[in-house]
C-alpha cells in the first residue's frame, strides 16, 4: 500500500464546503450574532480583508452540518426585525413554536452543569431572541463532540432557560451599544480601535491578529 498526500483534493473539499454553506460570502452586518464577537472582525469581515481560514471553514460546515441533521426538510427559517437588529431563530425537529437553539461545541461534556457552562456569547444570542420574539424561555440543545466516556463519544445534553426581564433588558442595552460602534464604523470606514470591542481569547486563532498586531505597534488601532 502507499499513501501519498494530496493537497489538491483537501483543497477542493474545504471548497465545497464553503460554497455548500455559504461561509464565504458576506452576511448582513446587523445580524444579532454579530454583536455576540468582536465588532472589529465583523468590520473587516464587511470589508472581505481576509478569507476565511481551513479552520474556520471546518468549524463552520460542522455546526452548519448537524443543524441540517436535526432540522425537517421542510424546515422555513423566519426572518425577524427589531430596532435595526435581524434575527434567524433555529427551526428544529421538535416541531414547536418555542424558541429552540442548537450549539456544538468541542468542550467535555462533563463540564455541563458547571456554572459558566453556557458561554457569555450564547446567552446574550438566546436573551436578544427572547427580546425579539417577545418571550423570556429558551431551549438550549448542546452536543459535544468531546462525551464523558473513554474514547470520548458525543453526547447530547437539552435545556430549558427562564430569564427574567431584567435580564433581557440589560442585554438588549449591551446589544444595542455594540451595535453603534459597528454602525459608526461602517459608516465612517474607520475601523474600531483593535482589542477594545472584543474578548481576550477572541484573538486566538483569528485570521486578522496580524494585522491588529501591526496597526497597533504602528499607532493605527483604530484604523484611521
Given at each position: 500500500?502507499?499513501?501519498?498526500?494530496?493537497?489538491?483534493?483537501?483543497?477542493?473539499?474545504?471548497?465545497?464546503?464553503?460554497?455548500?454553506?455559504?461561509?464565504?460570502?458576506?452576511?448582513?452586518?446587523?445580524?444579532?450574532?454579530?454583536?455576540?464577537?468582536?465588532?472589529?472582525?465583523?468590520?473587516?469581515?464587511?470589508?472581505?480583508?481576509?478569507?476565511?481560514?481551513?479552520?474556520?471553514?471546518?468549524?463552520?460546515?460542522?455546526?452548519?452540518?448537524?443543524?441540517?441533521?436535526?432540522?425537517?426538510?421542510?424546515?422555513?427559517?423566519?426572518?425577524?426585525?427589531?430596532?435595526?437588529?435581524?434575527?434567524?431563530?433555529?427551526?428544529?425537529?421538535?416541531?414547536?413554536?418555542?424558541?429552540?437553539?442548537?450549539?456544538?461545541?468541542?468542550?467535555?461534556?462533563?463540564?455541563?452543569?458547571?456554572?459558566?457552562?453556557?458561554?457569555?456569547?450564547?446567552?446574550?444570542?438566546?436573551?436578544?431572541?427572547?427580546?425579539?420574539?417577545?418571550?423570556?424561555?429558551?431551549?438550549?440543545?448542546?452536543?459535544?463532540?468531546?462525551?464523558?466516556?473513554?474514547?470520548?463519544?458525543?453526547?447530547?445534553?437539552?435545556?430549558?432557560?427562564?430569564f427574567t426581564f431584567e435580564e433581557i433588558e440589560l442585554n438588549w442595552a449591551t446589544i444595542k451599544?455594540?451595535?453603534?460602534?459597528?454602525?459608526?464604523?461602517?459608516?465612517?470606514?474607520?475601523?474600531?480601535?483593535?482589542?477594545?470591542?472584543?474578548?481576550?481569547?477572541?484573538?486566538?486563532?483569528?485570521?486578522?491578529?496580524?494585522?491588529?498586531?501591526?496597526?497597533?505597534?504602528?499607532?493605527?488601532?483604530?484604523?484611521?
Amino acid at each position: 500500500m502507499e499513501r501519498v498526500e494530496n493537497p489538491e483534493l483537501q483543497r477542493l473539499a474545504v471548497r465545497w464546503l464553503a460554497d455548500k454553506y455559504k461561509i464565504l460570502e458576506t452576511r448582513e452586518p446587523n445580524h444579532l450574532s454579530t454583536y455576540m464577537y468582536c465588532r472589529t472582525k465583523a468590520f473587516l469581515d464587511q470589508q472581505q480583508t481576509i478569507e476565511p481560514t481551513e479552520e474556520e471553514i471546518l468549524l463552520f460546515a460542522l455546526g452548519y452540518g448537524l443543524q441540517d441533521v436535526l432540522m425537517p426538510p421542510n424546515a422555513d427559517t423566519p426572518v425577524l426585525e427589531l430596532e435595526g437588529i435581524v434575527y434567524r431563530p433555529d427551526i428544529t425537529f421538535v416541531g414547536s413554536d418555542q424558541l429552540i437553539e442548537v450549539k456544538t461545541t468541542r468542550r467535555s461534556a462533563k463540564k455541563h452543569y458547571e456554572p459558566k457552562a453556557i458561554s457569555d456569547s450564547w446567552l446574550m444570542y438566546m436573551l436578544g431572541g427572547c427580546k425579539i420574539q417577545g418571550t423570556n424561555t429558551y431551549d438550549l440543545i448542546v452536543i459535544y463532540l468531546m462525551g464523558n466516556y473513554s474514547p470520548p463519544f458525543p453526547q447530547l445534553y437539552a435545556d430549558t432557560i427562564t430569564f427574567t426581564f431584567e435580564e433581557i433588558e440589560l442585554n438588549w442595552a449591551t446589544i444595542k451599544e455594540r451595535k453603534v460602534v459597528l454602525d459608526t464604523a461602517l459608516e465612517s470606514g474607520i475601523m474600531p480601535v483593535a482589542y477594545e470591542h472584543c474578548e481576550p481569547w477572541e484573538c486566538k486563532g483569528c485570521r486578522y491578529v496580524l494585522l491588529c498586531e501591526v496597526l497597533t505597534r504602528e499607532g493605527l488601532a483604530n484604523g484611521s
